[in-house]
């Protein structure tokens, strides 16, 4: 009882009334349209046309529904008047697939979820009507009342007769104002169940809007794994040029510097990626993304030559024209073996390998391990995250390859990937 008062007395309920007499105003647009097949068809029997124009009326509002802005519109309205929490309508659009084999966000909804606000339409009006027809007439009998006027009511048969200017007379104008108030939190009640379910995403919307989230979630863990591989190497290899141009700064000054403009280069291209990602991280519009591929595999092993690494690369077959995707991957692949050669590796040449073929690319990097020799006083000991290997292997299995990592050897560790790879032409 209290909350029913409550609800009676709260401004929220006069706007959703409010919010159902706008449409049922809104709805006159369309009559003097609808009244046109009745006008035509003049020999038709009087009830036949009133129920043709209602049809025409009808048809007429549920077509105005069909209108993607129609929808946009009334969500807001929705929100702002009805208190609804209704999210804003999914893009439902086609989308050129990611990869071979993904498919394409449908372009709009089925056919059932179409319909759904042509009849949230209809009902807002009908609910519109009926609270204007209900609330209106019992508050202007409750108004006129109290100065004079008699009201009288017939329902089954039994009849009653209210005389204005007595005390009867204003209990019976409380009741009749209490009753329109009432009946406008019957109409604001029931659009605001009807909402979610009418003006709410559709199954086709909501497929979308997961379809987006598993992408940028998607986007998200790629970033993940490109940051960690591009900043983790960099820190890798500054750290040991910073210790190596320290150690030969007064005996071999040269070296030293070629050392500190290696660090410049490293630390510049490491900005450009955390660039990238932390504008995609912020939804801003970031720069063109780094693409760092097989062509700059070079660049990378002269920066480890300037850390003190000494590098043996084997490279064979036409690297550049692996198709970008799988470049880009392979160059982070052997990017992240040379950093964890320098992060555990215990000195010594590391064996670099990539050879592409016409059904497939091998990657792979061979470091001496700490059981076979003292590490140098360059290298130091570096903590690990324990997530490189498991983001490579998940990086291969993303594009149906597989990997090996393992000691080879007492002395031995060695990463080897091997990649399906079609050669562009």
Not at 54 to 63: F, T, Y
Not at 113 to 119: F, H, I, M, S, V
Not at 354 to 376: I, K, Q
Not at 397 to 416: F, T, Y
């Amino acid at each position: 009882m209290i909350r029913g008062i409550r609800s009676l007395l709260r401004g929220s309920t006069y706007s959703g009334a409010l919010f159902a007499w706008c449409g049922a105003s809104a709805s006159l647009l369309p009559l003097p349209f609808a009244t046109l097949p009745a006008l035509v068809w003049r020999s038709a029997p009087y009830g036949v046309r009133i129920g043709l124009t209602l049809l025409s009326w009808a048809v007429l509002i549920g077509a105005t529904g069909l209108a993607r802005t129609t929808r946009r519109a009334l969500i807001v309205c929705a929100r702002r008047m009805l208190g609804v929490p209704l999210p804003d309508p999914a893009g439902v659009r086609r989308r050129p697939a990611a990869s071979p084999g993904t498919a394409p966000t449908p372009t709009g909804p089925p056919g059932a979820d179409r319909w759904r606000t042509p009849l949230w339409l209809l009902l807002h009006v009908a609910l519109g009507w009926t609270g204007v027809m209900v609330s209106g007439l019992l508050l202007l009998m409750g108004l006129a009342l109290p100065f004079g006027a008699e009201a009288g009511l017939s329902l089954l048969g039994r009849s009653a007769r209210v005389a204005g200017g007595g005390w009867q007379s204003w209990v019976a104008a409380f009741g009749c104002v209490l009753s329109a108030a009432a009946g406008c939190l019957v109409v604001t009640r029931a659009l605001r169940w009807l909402a979610p379910r009418l003006l709410g995403p559709s199954a086709a919307e909501r497929l979308a809007l997961a379809a987006e989230r598993e992408l940028a979630l998607a986007e998200r863990n790629r970033l993940a794994h490109e940051l960690h591989d591009s900043i983790g190497h960099t820190l890798t290899a500054t750290t040991i040029q910073a210790a190596v141009a320290g150690e030969v700064l007064a005996a071999d000054p040269v070296a030293a510097r070629a050392a500190m403009r290696s660090i410049e280069e490293s630390a510049r291209a490491a900005l450009e990626d955390l660039d990238y990602v932390l504008g995609v991280l912020r939804e801003e519009k970031a720069g063109t993304a780094p693409t760092r591929t097989l062509a700059d595999l070079p660049d990378l092993l002269e920066r480890l030559r300037h850390a003190g690494a000494v590098v043996e690369p084997e490279l064979s077959g036409e690297l550049t024209r692996v198709r970008g995707t799988l470049s880009r991957a392979a160059y982070r692949i052997l990017q992240e073996g040379l950093t964890n050669a320098l992060r555990h590796g215990a000195g010594g040449p590391i064996e670099v390998r990539v050879a592409a073929a016409t059904d497939g690319l091998e990657l792979s990097v061979v470091n001496r391990t700490r059981a076979g020799a003292e590490a140098g006083p360059v290298h130091g000991v570096f903590p690990t995250s324990g997530h490189g290997l498991p983001g490579l292997a998940e990086r291969v299995r993303l594009l149906h390859g597989e990997i090996e990592a393992g000691p080879e050897g007492p002395e031995r560790w060695r990463l080897a990937v091997r990649l399906p790879v079609r050669l562009s032409a």
